[in-house]
């Protein structure tokens, strides 16, 4: 017997009958329609509203999976990038692995359960960093292609030789500033003293040599490197004190105003002295390439190249 297909009309005629409480035989009755037959083509348009409705929740919960996939990628790639760039001061403790296993350990966001102020355990922090490496591994599969991951490696070999001359640019600048004071009788036979040299006076003025040689270095300024190290004056009771300051960081205190002003011009000194050095030289050339390495790697990476690049690509792990 050949099977009774129902019209639009006559299936919505049917699915309204059904929803108002009406039985088969009544429907039969009230459309002519063979109750098994009105009754088949609702299960059947019941099934396939369901199956719709199903669809539908899923693409509105994969859409929203994604617009916080998209999210975590576009923060981690930010995160990444700031990490990246040199430290303002020039402490560089740890060699580019470590570094990049510190970006690792980072939470970023809400993207995963974070532990807030308390310390995690071990196995949290193992469990962090194969999460955060899943997703990096995403971004690089989001951006195949379109971001010179190659840079990566090339920032770690300079960051690795960057972090192996500031040693020695140290030990240079603190050399440089010895040699000057030495010169300067009054500012040199203070350094010596009992109180100074229990505060560390010639180290704090070797650091903010150092420290202003390392930003003119870093903003491509030299130029300017002098004018990091000032002096301010503050009361101290009946008199007034002296600091040498790095920029807003105080750097060094002295009662006498003549001799502060004696170790600012040193520090002035120092720093011009520097700029010829061989091993500055040396260290301006692995910081212009750490630089240029994360430089690239943040044009490429940046939100409004990176966003489109994602809804046009996919990974493993992408919920669409």
Known sequence: MKRIH??????????????????????????????????????????????????????EVAK?????????????????????????SPAMTVDAERHLLD???????????SAGKRERSESE?????????????????????????????KWKKAWDR?????????????????????????????????????????????????????KGMLTDCFERANSFIHLVFKPAGDTEMSVVMFEEKP??????????EQAVKVCNRSIKALWSCGILKDTEGVVRRVQQAADTLDRSLDPFVLRPLILRTSCEICPI
């Open 251 to 260: 750097m060094l205190n002295l009662e006498k105003k003549a001799l502060a």
């Open 162 to 214: 960057c972090k192996e001359h500031l040693p020695k640019l140290r030990e240079e600048a603190h050399r440089v500033v010895s040699d000057d004071v030495k010169g300067v009788p009054e500012l040199n036979q203070w350094v010596a003293s009992p109180g100074a040299e229990e505060i560390g006076a010639l180290e704090k003025l070797s650091e903010a040599v150092l420290a202003s040689v390392w």
């Open 64 to 88: 929203g999976e994604f617009e916080k996939h998209l999210d975590a990628l576009t923060q981690m790639a930010d995160s990444l990038v700031k990490h990246l760039w040199l430290p303002e």
């Open 103 to 113: 970006f690792f350990e980072k939470d970023t966001g809400s993207m995963f359960i």
């Open 6 to 59: 129902l019209s639009e009309e006559e299936l919505q005629t049917v699915v309204r009958l059904h929803n108002e409480g009406k039985s088969w035989l009544e429907i039969q009755r009230l459309t002519g329609i063979p109750r098994r037959v009105a009754q088949r083509s609702y299960q059947e348009w019941d099934r396939k509203r369901s199956s719709e409705e199903f669809r539908a929740v899923r693409r």
């Open 125 to 153: 922090k193992a469990r962090l960093i194969r999460r955060r490496k899943v997703l990096f591994k995403a971004l690089q599969e989001h951006t195949k292609g379109n971001v010179y991951w190659d840079r990566l490696e």
